[in-house]
């Protein structure tokens, strides 16, 4: 069993997990192009891919998503509000505003009232008799703008609509808390506490390996059914997403500073640091730190942070710790 982080961080988040047998997609934050060409310097095959994985609607988790899937035509497996909330976010929407409508309506009614003052002052002249096939060839063709019924035997030059941008070629929705299976890849997804309508982190257990594998980034804090689900994890995917000073002193605005901050906001350097140290069990042979602020954190400040932690309990001592990177894919971690 394998798992390859081909992005993580604030511009986009992707992961490879595969088996012998089932090869997975989690997230798709980068563009299709960025995300083709991230798995063939990891050297993985896109063909080979047998799902694509969502784990909230946000945009550095979905950018890509619909284009992937649409060409590699293969099912995406999201909860059901997820799905909601990203068609509605791609699905293109018109506004107008009150004074707009009211001038559309104005210009409706000068419309009809011009078509029915044609229809009145033009009769028909005494001298000529009109037969009934003649009769429509009498009435005055009426604007463009006004209402009226078209004949649907006749042939019109009616547009093509436009492609369905949120059109998925296969849809499966999950429940977080409910276990499902991918090929030979059991998958447990769980709650987690971010801002988006139903975030859920993810853990993979290959059933002929016996290795599980977790994703758990996005989350504000580390609550008591994450802490449970992170188990006996083999390789495990954790935020470490801002060091606190960087982040109180950095350029974000402070209503941003205060969601990023909150309990659904993102997991601090220190926040990871002191989960490793008291709640973490030790089982994982990597721990891969993940979705780290490139403005509000350095790579060495997560790292020192992390293997402070570990170093700190004897147990945790054949734990390595990596760092996952935005501008390119990590090496691959197989177990």
Same mark, same amino acid.
């Not at 139903?198 to 257990?205: K, L």
């Not at 350097?269 to 490793?276: C, K, P, S």
């Given at each position: 069993?394998?798992?390859?982080?081909?992005?993580?961080?604030?511009?986009?988040?992707?992961?490879?997990?595969?088996?012998?047998?089932?090869?997975? *997609?989690?997230?798709?934050? @980068?563009?299709?192009?960025? &995300?083709?060409?991230?798995?063939?310097?990891?050297?993985?095959? #896109?063909?080979?891919?047998?799902?694509?994985?969502?784990?909230?609607?946000?945009?550095?988790?979905?950018?890509?998503?619909?284009?992937?899937?649409?060409?590699?035509?293969?099912?995406? =497996?999201?909860?059901?509000?997820?799905?909601?909330?990203?068609?509605?976010?791609?699905?293109?929407?018109?506004?107008?505003?009150?004074?707009?409508? *009211?001038?559309?309506?104005?210009?409706?009614?000068?419309?009809?009232?011009?078509?029915?003052?044609?229809?009145?002052?033009?009769?028909?002249? +005494?001298?000529?008799?009109?037969? +009934?096939?003649? /009769?429509?060839?009498?009435? $005055?063709?009426? #604007?463009?703008?006004?209402?009226? /019924?078209?004949?649907?035997?006749?042939?019109?030059?009616?547009?093509?609509?436009?492609?369905? $941008?949120? =059109? @998925?070629?296969?849809?499966?929705? %999950?429940?977080?808390?409910? !276990? =499902?299976?991918?090929?030979?890849?059991?998958?447990?997804? %769980?709650?987690?506490?971010?801002?988006?309508?139903?975030?859920?982190? %993810?853990? =993979?257990?290959?059933?002929?390996?016996?290795?599980?594998?977790?994703?758990?980034?996005?989350?504000?804090?580390? $609550? +008591?059914?994450?802490?449970?689900?992170?188990?006996?994890?083999?390789?495990?995917?954790?935020?470490?997403?801002?060091?606190?000073?960087?982040?109180?002193?950095? $350029?974000?605005?402070?209503? /941003?500073?205060?969601?990023?901050?909150?309990?659904?906001?993102?997991?601090?350097?220190?926040?990871?640091?002191? %989960?490793?140290?008291?709640?973490?069990?030790?089982?994982?042979?990597?721990?891969?730190?993940?979705?780290?602020?490139?403005? !509000?954190?350095? +790579?060495?400040?997560? *790292?020192?942070?992390?293997?402070?932690?570990?170093?700190?309990?004897?147990?945790?001592?054949?734990?390595?710790?990596?760092?996952? &990177?935005?501008?390119?894919?990590?090496?691959?971690?197989?177990?």
């Amino acid at each position: 069993m394998r798992m390859t982080v081909l992005a993580s961080g604030s511009k986009g988040n992707s992961t490879v997990i595969a088996s012998a047998q089932t090869r997975l *997609l989690v997230d798709a934050g @980068l563009s299709c192009r960025e &995300l083709l060409k991230r798995m063939a310097i990891a050297n993985e095959d #896109p063909a080979a891919l047998d799902a694509i994985l969502i784990t909230h609607e946000h945009q550095d988790h979905i950018a890509g998503l619909a284009v992937l899937a649409r060409r590699l035509r293969i099912p995406v =497996f999201i909860t059901e509000p997820t799905h909601r909330a990203w068609v509605r976010m791609v699905t293109p929407r018109t506004t107008m505003t009150y004074a707009k409508w *009211l001038d559309h309506v104005q210009k409706e009614k000068e419309a009809r009232a011009t078509a029915a003052a044609q229809l009145t002052t033009e009769p028909v002249a +005494p001298s000529q008799t009109a037969s +009934p096939s003649e /009769v429509g060839s009498l009435i $005055p063709e009426l #604007p463009a703008s006004a209402e009226s /019924v078209i004949d649907p035997d006749e042939e019109e030059d009616v547009p093509a609509p436009k492609a369905d $941008p949120a =059109f @998925l070629p296969t849809v499966e929705y %999950f429940h977080s808390g409910t !276990n =499902f299976s991918i090929g030979d890849i059991s998958i447990t997804p %769980f709650t987690i506490p971010h801002d988006a309508v139903d975030p859920c982190g %993810f853990v =993979f257990e290959s059933r002929s390996e016996s290795i599980r594998m977790a994703i758990a980034t996005d989350l504000g804090y580390v $609550p +008591p059914n994450v802490k449970s689900a992170l188990k006996r994890i083999d390789v495990l995917l954790l935020e470490s997403n801002h060091d606190l000073e960087m982040l109180r002193d950095g $350029p974000y605005p402070w209503a /941003v500073k205060q969601r990023v901050l909150s309990r659904v906001g993102h997991l601090s350097n220190h926040a990871t640091a002191e %989960f490793l140290a008291r709640d973490y069990d030790g089982a994982a042979t990597w721990i891969v730190l993940g979705h780290l602020s490139e403005a !509000n954190n350095a +790579p060495e400040l997560a *790292l020192i942070a992390a293997e402070q932690a570990i170093q700190g309990r004897a147990t945790l001592l054949g734990n390595r710790v990596l760092l996952a &990177l935005q501008a390119a894919p990590l090496a691959t971690i197989s177990l």
